[in-house]
């Protein structure tokens, strides 16, 4: 069971909004900042958002990160079928002193 | 082009020793942390320590610590895993990532190399 939780699919059509939910603690996501990664099929996970919110350069304004108290959420708008891929967060987690991630989420365009 | 490159998948036999590698290119590979993060089939990932390849300075969580051993050439801008006695519960892909710099994120991962322990 992994420390971060999050739904393990999600889905949604194409120009539709999807918000994948990660929800930690308060030694992790309650006191650290929250990054998300995509994996696509066969190729290296990518930064997708970093400090809660920021997005590296390239990845679309119509990905977006946000965190409130012990959870976080990633949101797509505009969904696309490159979409398709699974999606992780993590966080540095203050009492077991190292990183916790969540146990991924696979989104399906339909 | 920052490039983290993982060997290639392994099949061995329980009791069996292995070590993997990650070789950077594209950056200053001393002055950046890499962290070893493990994915068993279906489950989500783990975080298994970490070095600094500057100094070689390793720090391992505390579900690995003595299972594994993390260390670095600086030499060949490449860091290693190792095991010295495969179970077949190590069966996973392991990723190795960069840390960021002054962040607690990744902004760079291998592609994964799945290992295999089966009798």
């Known amino acids: 069971q992994s420390v971060l939780t999050q739904p393990p699919s999600a889905s949604g059509t194409p120009g539709q909004r999807v918000t994948i939910s990660c929800s930690g603690s308060s030694s992790s996501i309650g006191s650290n900042t929250v990054s998300w990664y995509q994996r696509l099929p066969g190729t290296a996970p990518k930064l997708l958002i970093y400090?809660?919110?920021q997005r590296p350069s390239g990845v679309p304004d119509r990905l977006s990160g946000s965190k409130s108290g012990t959870s976080a959420s990633l949101a797509i708008s505009g969904l696309q079928s490159e979409d398709e891929a699974d999606y992780y967060c993590a966080a540095w987690d203050d009492r077991l002193n190292g990183w916790v991630f969540g146990g991924g989420t696979k989104l399906t365009v339909l | 082009e920052v490039q983290l490159v993982q060997s290639g998948a392994e099949v061995k036999k329980p009791g069996e020793s292995l070590k993997i590698s990650c070789k950077g290119s594209g950056y200053s590979f001393n002055t950046y942390f890499i962290v070893w993060v493990r994915q068993m089939p279906g489950k989500g990932l783990e975080w298994m320590g970490i070095?600094?390849?500057?100094?070689?300075?390793?720090r391992y969580s505390p579900s690995f610590q003595g299972q594994v051993a993390i260390s670095v050439d600086k030499s060949i801008s490449t860091a290693y895993l190792q095991w010295s006695s495969l179970k077949a519960s190590d069966s996973a892909v392991y990723y190795c990532l960069r840390r960021s710099d002054g962040g607690y994120y990744f902004d760079y991962w291998g592609q994964g190399t799945q290992v295999t322990v089966a009798s």
């Open positions: 070095i600094y390849p500057y100094d070689s300075d390793t």
């Open positions: 400090s809660n919110n």
